[in-house]
Nanobody, 120 residues
């Protein structure tokens, strides 16, 4: 059984910062990539940031230079530090993890989502 639990969402004024955290309970699996998606009202879910087990990161263009993704492999956690927030960052943020079974079958797991609201 896999469980991803997020924390850290909330409301902030434009220019402010928030930090999202996600802890994965996945003792029967190995975790490959982890990261964060977001879904704004009326829009499709988009990948915000990802990080490989080795620490290689990717960001969507709109958050480059403002957001930083990090992870702790020993604790199975992934964080998203969000600085210089703008109203367009308002969305539900979802943590995800790409996992591998002992039979080398890959699958994705998702958190329940945490709301980030940025006011102007």
């Amino acid at each position: 059984q896999v469980q991803l639990v997020e924390s850290g969402g909330g409301s902030v004024q434009a220019g402010g910062s928030l930090r999202l955290s996600c802890a994965a309970s996945a003792s029967l699996y190995s975790i490959n990539d982890m990261g964060w998606y977001r879904q704004a009202p009326g829009k499709q879910r988009e990948l915000v940031a990802s990080i490989t087990r080795g620490g290689i990161t990717k960001y969507t263009d709109s958050v480059k230079g403002r957001f930083t993704v990090s992870r702790d492999n020993a604790k199975n956690t992934v964080d998203l530090q969000m600085n210089s927030l703008i109203p367009e960052d308002t969305a539900v943020y979802y943590c995800y993890a790409n996992l591998l079974t002992r039979s080398s079958i890959g699958f994705d797991a998702w958190g329940q989502g945490t709301l980030v609201t940025v006011s102007s």
